[in-house]
């Protein structure tokens, strides 16, 4: 079973940043569209991802980035990032990254991003 590696989240305080990993097979990285996703405290994983980006670089977020957050990929590395400005509790989730449209099998173990003061 293949699945996508996220890294990077940590505890920081209100304001403060972090840049979240997700590093993909080659495969993968090579022909999908990567965002990625969160899951707020008691709730189910989100549908729709706070980022993505396709293969060109192109950029999309979700209303929760608030123009905070920069998606980038990486080809040396197979990665994409996600650089978070201006954390705010209200972003306190887990994180997962997949290919847009996600696939089941590809779901990590995430990454947690906790913002508290």
């Known amino acids: 079973q293949v699945t996508l590696v996220e890294s990077g989240g940590g505890l920081v305080q209100p304001g403060e940043s972090l840049t979240l990993s997700c590093e993909a097979p080659?495969?993968?990285?090579?022909?999908?569209?990567i965002g990625w996703y969160r899951q707020l405290p008691g709730k189910q994983r989100e549908r729709e991802p706070v980022?993505?980006?396709?293969?060109?670089?192109?950029?999309a977020y979700g209303d929760s980035a608030n123009g905070r957050f920069t998606i980038s990929r990486d080809p040396a590395k197979n990665t994409v990032w996600m650089h978070m400005n201006s954390l705010q509790p209200e972003d306190t989730a887990a994180y997962y990254c997949?290919?847009?449209?996600?696939?089941?099998?590809?779901w990590g173990q995430g990454t947690q991003v906790t913002v508290s003061a």
């Open positions: 997949n290919i847009y449209r996600p696939t089941e099998a590809f």
């Open positions: 080659t495969d993968i990285f090579t022909k999908y569209t």
């Open positions: 980022a993505r980006v396709n293969l060109l670089g192109q950029v």
